[in-house]
Structure formats: C-alpha cells, structure tokens
C-alpha cells in the first residue's frame, strides 16, 4: 500500500512540516472525500502563509490533492468541504508534526 | 498485442479488467481515430471517490496505462493533447468489450453514469484563464532574463512539489527545495534579510543567497547585458518565520513560485506584477532587498 503524506502548506522557502497516516486514517480520509459534493473549478490568486493541505499517495495516479478553505482540488476536480470539516480532521491528525509557533498560525486563519 | 482494458471503479476490490479480441482493438483504434475536438482537460487525476471513474487502457499488464477514458475525454497521456468524447462512444464501447465476464448489476450502473451529459461535466470542471502579461515596464532590462513560462515548472507534480520561491527565482528546477546559503556552506535564519551584518554570527537570506554566488545591488533596473544574469527579489516574512523570492521575466514583469505552490505571475489581489515592492504578497510584506542572479548561481 502506497503510503499517504499530509503537508501543511505554510512556507515560500522553508520545507513545510508533514506526516504520515496510519491506515485506519487513510480508511476514514477515504470515507469522508467519497461524500464530497463536485463545485466548478475556480482560479484564485496565490494566497501567502498558510494555504491548507496537501495529501500525497492517495491518488491511483500519485497526484496531489489539496484541502483549503472549503475546497477540495485534484488535478482535475474541486470538491466543496462544508464546514472545512476535512480540513480540521486532517490537521487533527499532525499529532506534535507542527510545532507550537507554526499551530498558533494555523489556529488564527480559523 | 492486445490491449488490456481496466475499469476503475473499486477503491479496496480489485478492479475488473478484460483483454480486448483483435476486432475490439481495431474498434478502439478506430473510435479514438475519429474524435477531433481537442481539450485541456485531463482524464487522469480524479479523486479517488467511490464508484465508477473510467477506463484505463494499457498495451502491456501492469504498465503505465496509454489511455484514461473518464468522462467524456480520452486522455492519451501528458505529451498528447486529450481529445473530447462529446457522446461518450469510447467509454460504451469500452464497457461493451467487457461482455459476459463483467458483473450485470455493475454494468447497468455504469450504463447509467455514461449518461451524463458530457457538457456539463465539462462546464464543471472548465473556468480557468491564463492571462499573458502585457503592460509591464522595464522589458528586455536583463538580456538574460528567463521567459515566464509556467508549464515548464506546473506540469509535471515532482517539479511543482520539490522546488520553491528560491529555486525558481534562481532558475534552477533541481528538484531540491533549495534554502539560500546551503551551497555556499552557511546556515541563515530569517529574523532579517541580513542578519546581523557580514561580521555577525547571525546570517539572513541575502548573506546565504551571496554565499551561492547571487549579487547585491541598489541599482534597479539599471540595464544587465548578456552575460550578467537578472533581476530577483527577496521578501521577508512579517512573522520573522520565512522569506519568498521573486524574479524579473524577460517581458518585465515579475513571476514567483510560493513553495510547493503552481508559479503564477500575479500578486494576492490577481494583479499582474510590474513591480515586487508594491505588490500585495501577504505576510511576505517586508521588501528586503533587490539581488541579482545568473546561471552560474549554485544551489542546494
């Protein structure tokens, strides 16, 4: 089983923190993007500082899939996040992989 | 030799797959032959949501598939344009193929899923733009200048995931998510752009970025012949966490690549960048210094 990466997307030049889900999260993160209702693609412009999440190994094609604002996005596809649901149960699952200054960051775009 | 069909359908399950008879083939060939309206979008790629998400079509077990049939578009790979299946021919025929061996109740739910008016799937997923720079001053200042070429850096994942602001700034895609002074053998931290001095023990971004072999100047956008690189910026972060680099195309605008994010040439606000020290760049807001690149800049 190919493993699955979450990164928390946050810096320009310093590498962003990441981890690795246990199989029973990668079940559950399954579960939760299969109820995922399918919205038109926007382009935004870039957004600086934290910018969500990035999953990597979840994809059959070993593409990324990004978590942000309310908006899930393939390559292909954006999905809508109610509530930023996916987004918080993902950052619930960095365990001590963000350090405390960088969670304070976090915690304020919420 | 035949080609092996694979509907991608399961998520734990195996999915089912069926080779194709020499007839079915030349069927295959024939149907792909025929479309003609080329699309940007990809078949490959989708989310992994449960139920049906195409047909993968290989030459050889177990390969790198040489088509993804989804939703209207057969996807002949990254170096060829995907073409538009507007009735979805492909795709039934595709599971047609299958015949007996394919479950009945499984078929009849795909046979309903390719119903799906293929217009509106693509209404979905359709609505970017790229605008092309034009009105930007100070074109053709650096003879060296790289072009703002955006596909170079977004199209492959490994690329946009492993380079940052640095490496494109510096136009080295080296896949090494570069940090300034780590070539040049000195470690930097980013409370200021140059740390507290060149005698200081404390070295910021800019110290690390002349240890690699980028240059100073106070001299935009006095003119750089061939030979004498371009024109980079450097942003420090208000939070004294990180700084973000931007570099000066040869139109004259400038483009930057924010981490493991896609390059684009425009600022917070979507406006196009005429020049980094008024731009809106988010937390990067503290305007460090202007620098100057070229290709013999080492980076790691």
Known sequence: MTPVWVKLNIFSTRPNPRWRLGPDQVRELESRIAKLKEIPRKEAPPVFGYRGLVISGLMETGGEVKVFKGTVESETDSFLDPGRNLELWLLGTAGDAIAADIWATVRSEF | ?300
């Not at chain 2, 078949?43 to 449960?50: D, E, M, N, Q, V």
């Not at chain 2, 040489?66 to 057969?74: A, Q």
């Not at chain 2, 208000?238 to 425009?266: A, I, T």
Request: glycine share 10%; with cysteine.
């Open chain 2, 1 to 300: 030799m035949s080609l092996l069909v694979t509907m991608h359908v399961y998520s734990q399950r195996a999915n089912p797959s069926w080779f194709l008879s020499s007839a079915q083939e030349s069927r295959f060939n024939e149907l792909f032959r025929g479309l003609r309206e080329q699309t940007p979008l990809k078949a490959r790629g989708g989310l992994p949501i449960f139920g049906y998400r195409g047909f993968a079509v290989s030459q050889i077990p177990g390969s790198e598939p040489s088509f993804f049939v989804s939703r209207g578009i057969v996807d002949p790979g990254s170096h060829q344009a995907s073409l538009l299946d507007e009735n979805r021919s492909v795709e039934a025929f595709l599971l047609e193929s299958s015949g007996i061996g394919l479950d009945m109740d499984l078929k009849g739910e795909v046979d309903v899923v390719l119903q799906a008016p293929v217009k509106k799937l693509i209404e979905l997923r359709l609505g970017q733009a790229a605008g092309m720079p034009s009105g930007c001053p100070n074109a053709n200042t650096a003879a060296d200048a790289p072009s703002y070429d955006p596909a170079r850096w977004n199209a492959i994942s490994a690329v946009v995931g492993n380079n940052n602001c640095y490496n494109y700034a510096t136009n080295k895609p080296l896949n090494n998510y570069a940090t300034p002074g780590k070539a040049g053998g000195i470690n930097i931290t980013y409370t200021s752009c140059d740390g507290d001095g060149p005698e200081g023990p404390v070295k910021g971004p800019a110290e690390g970025a002349v240890a690699d072999g980028l240059k100073r100047t106070g001299n935009f956008p006095a003119k750089l012949d061939k030979g004498e690189g371009w024109y980079v910026a450097a942003l420090l972060s208000e939070k004294s966490d990180d700084c973000h680099w931007l570099r000066q195309d040869f139109s004259g605008c400038w483009s930057h690549k924010n981490g493991e994010d896609e390059v684009r040439n425009v600022d917070a606000d979507g406006r196009l960048i005429t020049d980094p020290r008024l731009g809106n760049f988010g937390k990067y807001s503290i305007f460090c210094r202007f620098m100057i690149a070229n290709i013999k800049v080492n980076i790691a």
